[in-house]
């Protein structure tokens, strides 16, 4: 192709072809330096001393209690963000009411608020010294520093992920097919099954894999309404920081590669999904 270019063109293709490279080569020390080594360097510290301390250090009761505690709440979390996510989608995406505006807004507020924020609420609602703190204590119900509290904050720092998704999804499907199967007669629940899904089901997987990377990788929310009770509600996140702040670094590290392993995982399911996305399109 260069054969057949003029001096001067060929002099702009030769500059075009070194800022590519020099793009290209910076992007990949970024990626190295920024992404590669830490995920690296998670694993080489994690096995600093050999496989059966690392497995030792992940068996660990408070580290398998941290882990049945993270899973727990994220068995909770994830149905409940998911079915949120498809009606408040569909509301959005196939209805045009009063307040509307507001309700987009409000799908977006948690990614807008820091955590910690929204921790400190929960403790200013639920708390001992609360607002509906004494009416919980008198009647022997506990949120703050215990299950319900870290449900709570896990579900509102992840209640987006589904719901932003799915409404542009939806959007572009518009209402014709479904008005169409309402006139034919179908019940709302066979043209959700049968006309709505099929159209929005990998953006609907997208979605809840990414709810449930950031529901098990969440730390400051579920740090300030967890109480940071060893064995008890220490999720993951916070028990690889008390290991750290202990100066039991190798163990913090042992531990954190399962959130990294996590990492790898739902990066690969993603970009399975996008393949897979990208073939069902071409096909």
């Known amino acids: 192709m260069s054969s057949t270019l003029s001096a001067p063109r060929q002099r702009l293709w030769n500059r075009v072809n070194w800022s590519k490279a020099v793009l290209v080569g910076l992007a990949l020390v970024v990626v190295g330096l920024f992404l590669i080594l830490p995920v690296v360097a998670v694993f080489v510290q994690g096995l600093r001393q050999g496989l059966e301390y690392y497995l030792g250090a992940i068996t660990q009761p408070d580290a398998k209690?941290?882990?049945?505690?993270?899973?727990?709440?994220?068995?909770?979390?994830l149905p409940l963000n998911t079915l949120f996510g498809i009606a408040a989608a569909w509301a959005i995406a196939k209805h045009r009411f009063p307040g509307r505006s507001l309700l987009v807004s409000l799908v977006e507020l948690p990614l807008s608020v820091s955590p910690v924020i929204s921790g400190l609420v929960y403790v200013l609602l639920f708390g001992r010294q609360g607002y509906l703190g004494p009416w919980l204590e008198a009647h022997d119900l506990k949120v703050v520093f215990a299950l319900p509290g870290i449900v709570l904050a896990t579900a509102f720092v992840t209640i987006a992920y589904v719901a932003r998704e799915l409404i542009p999804l939806m959007q572009a499907q518009g209402r014709e097919e479904e008005e169409a199967a309402l006139t034919l007669g179908a019940s709302g629940w066979q043209?959700?099954?049968?006309?709505?899904?099929?159209?929005?089901?990998?953006?609907?997987?997208?979605?809840?894999?990414?709810?449930?990377?950031?529901?098990?990788?969440?730390?400051?929310?579920?740090?300030?309404?967890?109480?940071?009770?060893?064995?008890?509600?220490?999720?993951?996140?916070?028990?690889?920081?008390?290991?750290?702040?202990?100066?039991?670094?190798?163990?913090?590290?042992?531990?954190?590669?399962?959130?990294?392993?996590?990492?790898?995982g739902t990066l690969l399911a993603k970009s399975l999904l996008t393949w897979r996305i990208r073939h069902e399109h071409q096909g």
Request: charged share 10%; glycine share 10%.
């Open 65 to 77: 209690a941290a882990v049945r505690l993270t899973l727990t709440v994220v068995a909770i979390v």
């Open 191 to 264: 043209i959700f099954w049968r006309v709505t899904l099929p159209g929005i089901r990998w953006g609907l997987l997208y979605g809840v894999i990414m709810c449930n990377a950031r529901a098990m990788g969440e730390f400051g929310a579920v740090a300030v309404v967890s109480g940071h009770i060893r064995g008890q509600t220490a999720t993951v996140p916070l028990y690889v920081e008390m290991l750290y702040n202990e100066y039991q670094g190798v163990a913090a590290f042992a531990v954190a590669s399962l959130l990294t392993l996590l990492a790898l």
